[in-house]
């Protein structure tokens, strides 16, 4: 790796101020970062992955990323899309909760509170409001059997409206309404909108009646709601009133989400409720789990080593003592409480991909064709073809070469008849793995089926392809019309995505999950493709193509814990060592602008920045600020952009589309994303679009460019792990250049901090129902 500066400069950048907050990091402090076990302090929240600007939303519905949106006043647009999507899942949800006529899977006797907060999950599920005497001891029971597969039936998205227009929001007079009761209160006005929108047209009557409602509101904390409601109930106001321990247990529970869990142990959210002033926290968790907020979860631990023992609730004498005759221990549990909306789609999503792993795929081809195709693709990839040819779900693993593995997958599949089709989770994979489809074959001697194929049309987004506005659309029994799927980039998927996927796959259909284990997580809570790896449920294929050359030669080190020195005799790696963040801005400006044209050919317009995260005095905003000055000047007359601007529009939460500002006009602001113009309306600008020469790792997962500078000030410390060094170096095509102002804090971070772990159910769920495989 070349450690030789840079040449210095004459031109100079102005100084920017630094904004007021600190990068965001992989454990992104929110304001109760103290929190002793890190609950509410999410992950790394980029731009583009929250409504919000700088605030993390709490909702993670995988919204649409179709490029498309926008063009027509036919076709739907992001609002409109991401509106279906969540129309769909309420109605799955319901479905789901109509359906069960029993309470959760137990896994051993509880006790306690424990018992308690299970006796208030089987009063919600009887759709009863329990009293006082129904936290009681309950009875041993388990869930029923596993319903039988059942044809997914989700709704096409319709159009409502023009092109680029959001959904409908509240009436007026409700905002209105809102407004007066907020000012009432103290809090901000602003926050009306947002407020009517979740709360609806009651939602004057709903802040009287619990002030606390407030904190539904996502960039609302727990003492500014606080304030709000001293302001509107006086001495009623206490910190043991019983709708503050809910609000803020939910609270708790959306930040827990923001970071990936799809639930909280119950000691570790009593813990943290105790260190937000609740009381008595036991009884705020019983309050949310009977007033139907949250729902509680026991699952069973296999402890490394222990005799399997028989269920706690088995029939009485049966496996009861040991061969020394003295009683069996009982398995250990951990009682879990978790949102409705992430535990439900954590289940359907185990029993979608149970259905995969326990049925036959469907045959398409004799074995003769499957294996001819699979003789003729090369080295591993001819894995993956045997592999799928027999098993519904497939787990494809492997760096950025490894990717011309699912397109061999795919021209096979092609060439044997079956409508295989390949999504990414954003529009960045896909455009990457469209422009390897729509190419040649990767080895110039093969031959057969394998050397043709579908093209580059082939690739969709996934919310594109679930909302039908990309992709093969849906069958008579509305499951999508297709025989393979193959998902790139599969670690960002997260479980409600995942789940929507699972379900509207076909009886007989084939799932590949592809994806670098190696890179950050996804967005939204949960961790699928690491869960699915570690729960050993179907096969999986390792790629044995490395990435080439001494990039791939430095990523591959860094996925394994170390960074070593690489030769990098044509100026593949240049680190450019830093003092302090106002070099670090000045030296990047000087990289993009000048050094990396002049040095390595490669223009300003195909080098991406890459920086922890949006504040402090080298984050996104005050990189961004500085390349526009310099790349693109203008005094910024629409909300801070002139057209010409890098951008980045964030349609929804977690979704991210680049692209160029075209013009603004009394509609809006135009933008060319891939695929076509967005129309952004005025009031939306200032919360969904940022100037996009610098992104975060988040923001940039999925995407390749020829060259990159990942920025490293001293302040980006408590930002760096090994999975966003790997993912923040992996953008790079050509040259990677690292403006390095962390000392030993990168090779440290590389070493010794892994991914922070996540909380989820999904192993636990399919393990009763999948065997696991070798």
Request: charged residues 25%; negative net charge; aromatic residues 2%.
């Amino acid at each position: 790796m070349s450690t030789e500066p840079e040449p210095a400069s004459k031109d100079t950048t102005d100084a920017v101020d630094p904004g007021p907050e600190t990068p965001g990091t992989a454990q992104a402090p929110a304001p109760d970062a103290g929190d002793a076990d890190g609950t509410a302090a999410p992950d790394t929240r980029d731009a583009g992955e929250t409504a919000a600007p700088d605030s993390a939303s709490a909702d993670g519905t995988a919204a649409p990323d179709s490029a498309g949106a926008g063009e027509t006043a036919a076709q739907v647009s992001e609002g409109e899309a991401e509106l279906a999507a969540q129309r769909v899942e309420r109605e799955r949800i319901e479905r789901r909760k109509a359906e069960k006529q029993g309470p959760i899977d137990a896994g051993g006797k509880l006790s306690g509170t424990a018992a308690d907060l299970l006796a208030a999950v089987r009063a919600v599920e009887s759709g009863e409001k329990p009293a006082a005497a129904v936290f009681g001891t309950p009875e041993p029971a388990r869930r029923p059997a596993p319903e039988p597969v059942r044809r997914p039936r989700p709704e096409a998205a319709e159009p409502t409206g023009a092109a680029g227009a959001g959904p409908a929001g509240p009436a007026p007079r409700t905002v209105e309404s809102v407004r007066r009761v907020l000012a009432e209160g103290g809090a901000p006005e602003a926050l009306a909108p947002r407020t009517a929108a979740l709360l609806g047209e009651g939602a004057e009557d709903a802040l009287r009646a619990d002030p606390w409602q407030l904190l539904r509101v996502a960039t609302v904390r727990p003492e500014q709601a606080d304030g709000f409601a001293r302001a509107l109930l006086g001495a009623e106001c206490g910190p043991d009133d019983e709708r503050r321990g809910r609000a803020v247990t939910v609270w708790l529970l959306e930040q827990a989400a923001l970071a990936g869990h799809t639930a909280l142990e119950l000691p570790r959210l009593t813990a943290t409720l105790a260190q937000r002033g609740v009381p008595d926290p036991d009884a705020a968790v019983q309050s949310t789990l009977a007033e139907g907020e949250a729902l509680a979860f026991q699952d069973a631990l296999d402890e490394p080593g222990a005799r399997p023992g028989p269920p706690a609730d088995g029939p009485e004498g049966t496996g009861g003592e040991d061969a020394g005759g003295e009683e069996g221990e009982e398995r250990p549990v951990r009682v879990l409480i978790g949102l409705e909306r992430y535990a439900l789609a954590e289940e359907s999503l185990a029993d979608g991909l149970a259905r995969l792993v326990n049925s036959a795929p469907k045959q398409d081809g004799s074995a003769a064709d499957w294996e001819q195709a699979a003789a003729s693709a090369p080295g591993s990839a001819a894995d993956l073809i045997r592999a799928v040819a027999g098993h519904g779900l497939v787990l494809h693993t492997g760096g950025e070469a490894s990717l011309a593995e699912p397109v061999a997958l795919l021209r096979a599949a092609h060439a044997l008849g079956l409508r295989a089709w390949a999504a990414a989770p954003g529009p960045l994979g896909r455009d990457r793995f469209a422009a390897l489809l729509g190419g040649p074959p990767s080895d110039p001697d093969a031959t057969g089926p394998a050397a043709s194929g579908p093209d580059a049309s082939a690739a969709v987004t996934v919310t594109g392809l679930l909302t039908g506005t990309e992709g093969p659309g849906r069958d008579a029994d509305g499951a999508l019309d297709l025989d393979l799927l193959v998902v790139v980039d599969a670690p960002q998927l997260d479980v409600e995505a995942g789940a929507l996927l699972a379900e509207s796959l076909p009886d007989g259909a084939r799932l590949v999950l592809a994806g670098d284990p190696a890179v950050l997580w996804s967005v939204g809570p949960g961790r699928v493709f690491a869960d699915l790896l570690a729960a050993r449920v179907c096969p999986q294929i390792a790629s044995r193509r490395p990435d080439p050359g001494p990039l791939g030669e430095l990523v591959s080190g860094i996925g394994i814990g170390e960074l070593g020195q690489v030769e990098a005799p044509g100026k593949e790696i240049v680190i450019v060592p830093v003092r302090d963040a106002g070099e670090a801005v000045h030296r990047t400006v000087q990289l993009v602008a000048d050094s990396v044209p002049r040095a390595i050919g490669v223009p300003a317009e195909e080098t991406q920045v890459i920086t922890p995260g949006h504040g402090g005095a080298a984050g996104t905003r005050v990189l961004n600020a500085a390349l526009k000055e310099r790349l693109n000047p203008g005094p910024g007359r629409f909300g801070g952009f002139d057209p010409g601007d890098r951008v980045v529009h964030t349609p929804a939460p977690g979704r991210v589309l680049p692209g160029r500002v075209v013009k603004a006009d009394a509609e809006g602001l135009h933008l060319s994303c891939t695929g076509g113009t967005v129309i952004v309306p005025r009031d939306r600008v200032d919360g969904s679009v940022r100037h996009g020469w610098a992104l975060t790792a988040h923001q940039a997962l999925g995407g390749r460019w020829p060259a990159v500078v990942v920025v490293l000030p001293g302040d980006a410390v408590q930002a760096l792990s090994r999975p966003w060094i790997y993912t923040a170096f992996g953008r790079a095509a050509r040259h990677l250049s690292v403006v390095h102002g962390v000392d030993q804090a990168l090779p440290r971070a590389v070493a010794e901090i892994p991914a922070k772990p996540r909380t989820t159910r999904l192993p636990v769920l399919l393990a009763p129902q999948v065997p696991v495989t070798g």
